[in-house]
C-alpha cells in the first residue's frame, strides 16, 4: 500500500506542476501584467523599467520557475485588487469553500446512496423509476438555472431561506444542496448499476440461501462491494465539484475561493488567479490521496496488488 | 426515442428561428418591457414567451439561442473528436514516451475543475464563438483519447493488423484505414454524452459574461440577465433553463440509448 501511494502522490505532483504551468503560461499570454501594474499615465520607459524590476523579460521558463519557489514559500505576490498578499485573499476564502464542497459532498451521500440502493433492490418498482428520472434530471439541469429556482422558490416566494451570504447555518442549505446535486445523481446512478451486478453474483444467492436477513444481504455484501468503486468516483467528483463551486458560489454571493476566481478572471488579478489554481491543485491532489487511501481499506485486493 | 425527438425538435426550431420567430432576437421594445408570457395575466401573445429588461422578445432570443447552442456544441464535439481520436490513435500505437506524454498530459487536464481552466482560457482569448468552441474542444479532447487508446492497444497485436505490415502496409495507412473504423462505436456514444457537457459548458461560460460576445443571444447570457429580474420578471430565468435542460436531457437519453445499440458492453 505504501507503495501504490507512493507513486499515486509522484503522479500527483506532476499534475499539480502541469496544472500552474498550463495556467501560467496562459496568464502570460493573456496580455502585458506590467499595464495593469502601473497607472494609465506611465510612459513607456517606466512600463520597460518595471518589467525589467519585476523579471518580466525573463524567459518564461525562468519566470515559471520564479514562482513555483515562490508558491512553495508561500509568496504568490501581491493582489492587484485587494493589495494584500495574494496568499492571504485566497486562504481567507478557502474555508467557505471548503465548507460548502463538504456540506454539497454530505448532501449528495445523504441522498444518492439510500437513493440508489433503493432504486437497485427495489427495480423496476415506481420508485425505481421516480429515482431514475430524478437521477437523470440531476445530471442534466445546469446548477446555476436550479439555484436560481431555488432561490425563487425559497426566498423570494416562501422567504424561508436567504438570496445569497453565509450568516447562519440556513445560508448554506440551498448552495450545498445545488452544488451536489450532479454528484447525488452520479452516485445514484453508479450506485444502481453496481449493485444491479453485484446483487446478480452466486456468493449473495450463497448469504441468501444461508438464510440471512434480506437487509443484511444488502448491506452486508451488495452494497460494500458495489460502493467501492463509487468512492473511487468521489474524487473526481470532488474536483467537479470545485469547478462547479465556481458558478454556484457567483449565484448565491458566497464568500469562496470559486467567486473570488471569477471576479480575479474578470479583474485581470492574475497573482489571485495564480494561486488559486496552486492552493485548488495541492487540494485536490490531497483529498484524492485520501480517497486512495480509503478505496485502499476498503477493497483490500488492490493493497495485494 | 425521446431523446431522438428532442435532438430533432431543438434542431428544427434552430433552422426555421427566422421563420418562428415573431421579432428579431435584439428588436428592443421599451414600452413593453418586462411583459409576462401569454397565459400570464398582462400577457398577450405579441410577445408569446414575454419579454425581457429592454423589451427583447424571449421566443425569439431563446430560438436564436438554441442556434448558437446547437453551433458550439457541435463545433467543439467536432474539435474534440479530431483532436481526441488522433492524439489517442498516434499514444496507443506508437507507445512508448509518446504514451507517456500524451496520458501525461490527459492525466493534468482530468485531475483539475476544467470550469476554472476555461474560464482561463476564455479571458485570454476573449468572446467570440470561435473562442468558445476551440474552450469546447479543448474540455473534450481527453476523453477521447482515452479511450481510443484504450482500444488501440488491445487491437494494434491483433493478426489482420501484422498482415496488413507484412503486406508493407505503412503506419499511416494502418492507424487510419484499419485501426480507426473499429473504434467509431465508442467514439459516437462518447460523443453525444461530452455534447451535452459542452452545451452546459457553454451556458455556465456565458452566464459568466465569458462566453459569446454580448450582442449575440444564449441561453446562458438570457439566464444570466434573469437572476438579476427574478422577483419582477421570474420567466427571464425559468425559459432559457428549461431550454438547456430539456436539450441536455435528450442529448443523454440519445447517448443511452446509442450505447445500449451499438454495444451494450461498453465502459463509458
Not at chain 1, 232 to 246: D, E, F, P, R, S
Not at chain 2, 22 to 45: H, L, V
Request: overall charge positive; charged content about 15%.
Amino acid at each position: 500500500m505504501v507503495g501504490y501511494l507512493a507513486k499515486r502522490l509522484s503522479q500527483s505532483l506532476i499534475a499539480v506542476l502541469g496544472i500552474t504551468l498550463i495556467v501560467f503560461l496562459v496568464l502570460n499570454l493573456a496580455g502585458d501584467p506590467v499595464q495593469l501594474m502601473l497607472p494609465p499615465s506611465a510612459t513607456k520607459a517606466d512600463m520597460e523599467e518595471m518589467r525589467e524590476k519585476m523579471g518580466f523579460n525573463d524567459p518564461i521558463l525562468v519566470q515559471y520557475g520564479r514562482f513555483l519557489k515562490g508558491a512553495v514559500a508561500g509568496d504568490f505576490g501581491r493582489s492587484y485588487n485587494y493589495s494584500e498578499p495574494a496568499l492571504d485573499v485566497v486562504l481567507e476564502r478557502l474555508p467557505a469553500t471548503l465548507k460548502l464542497t463538504a456540506a454539497a459532498m454530505a448532501f449528495a451521500l445523504v441522498i444518492g446512496i439510500p437513493a440508489g440502493v433503493i432504486s437497485a433492490v427495489r427495480r423496476g418498482s415506481k420508485s425505481d423509476a421516480a429515482i431514475r428520472v430524478l437521477a437523470l434530471l440531476g445530471q442534466c439541469m445546469p446548477g446555476f438555472w436550479l439555484g436560481i429556482m431555488l432561490i425563487l422558490l425559497f426566498s423570494v416566494r416562501l422567504h424561508w431561506l436567504p438570496t445569497s451570504g453565509s450568516e447562519g447555518w440556513k445560508s448554506i442549505l440551498m448552495p450545498a444542496f445545488t452544488l451536489g446535486v450532479f454528484t447525488a445523481a452520479t452516485i445514484t446512478r453508479l450506485l444502481r448499476s453496481n449493485m444491479l451486478d453485484v446483487m446478480n453474483k452466486e456468493y449473495i444467492d450463497v448469504a441468501k440461501s444461508k438464510g440471512l436477513r434480506a437487509w443484511s444481504v444488502v448491506m452486508k455484501h451488495a452494497f460494500k462491494n458495489a460502493m467501492s468503486s463509487v468512492i473511487t468516483v468521489l474524487g473526481m467528483q470532488i474536483a467537479t465539484m470545485l469547478g462547479g463551486a465556481v458558478i454556484i458560489e457567483t449565484v448565491f454571493g458566497w464568500p469562496g475561493v470559486g467567486r473570488l476566481a471569477v471576479l480575479s478572471i474578470t479583474n485581470s488579478d492574475f497573482m489571485v488567479v495564480e494561486a488559486i489554481v496552486f492552493i485548488l491543485a495541492v487540494a485536490l491532489v490531497l483529498i484524492n490521496l485520501i480517497v486512495d487511501i480509503l478505496y485502499c481499506v476498503i477493497n483490500p485486493r488492490v493493497q495485494l496488488q | 426515442m425521446l431523446g431522438l425527438i428532442i435532438i430533432l425538435a431543438v434542431l428544427l426550431s434552430a433552422l426555421a428561428a427566422p421563420l418562428l420567430s415573431p421579432r428579431k432576437p435584439d428588436e428592443q421594445d421599451i414600452m413593453n418591457k418586462f411583459s409576462p408570457p401569454a397565459w400570464s395575466a398582462g400577457g398577450d401573445m405579441v410577445h408569446p414567451l414575454g419579454t425581457d429588461q429592454l423589451g427583447r422578445d424571449a421566443l425569439s432570443r431563446l430560438l436564436y439561442g438554441s442556434r448558437i447552442t446547437l453551433v458550439i456544441s457541435f463545433g467543439g464535439t467536432l474539435f474534440g473528436v479530431a483532436a481526441g481520436v488522433l492524439l489517442g490513435a498516434v499514444s496507443g500505437y506508437y507507445g512508448k514516451w509518446v504514451d507517456a506524454l500524451i496520458m501525461r498530459i490527459v492525466d493534468i487536464q482530468l485531475s483539475f475543475p476544467f470550469t476554472l481552466l476555461a474560464l482561463f482560457i476564455a479571458a485570454v482569448l476573449g468572446p467570440g464563438i470561435r473562442n468558445i468552441i476551440l474552450i469546447a474542444g479543448i474540455s473534450s479532447w481527453v476523453r477521447y483519447a482515452r479511450v481510443v487508446r484504450g482500444e488501440i492497444l488491445s487491437i494494434k497485436e491483433m493478426e489482420y493488423i501484422e498482415a496488413v505490415r507484412a503486406l508493407g502496409g505503412d503506419d499511416l495507412r494502418i492507424i487510419l484505414r484499419h485501426i480507426i473504423p473499429n473504434v467509431v462505436s465508442p467514439v459516437i456514444v462518447l460523443a453525444t454524452l461530452e455534447l451535452a457537457k459542452i452545451v452546459l459548458m457553454e451556458a455556465s461560460l456565458s452566464y459568466l459574461g465569458m462566453g459569446v460576445p454580448i450582442d449575440i443571444p444564449t441561453w446562458g447570457r438570457m439566464l444570466a440577465d434573469g437572476r438579476q429580474y427574478m422577483v419582477s420578471a421570474p420567466w427571464m430565468a425559468i425559459l432559457p433553463g428549461l431550454c438547456i435542460t430539456i436539450t441536455v436531457l435528450g442529448v443523454n437519453l440519445l447517448g443511452d440509448w446509442l450505447r445500449d445499440y451499438l454495444d451494450p458492453k461498453l465502459d463509458i
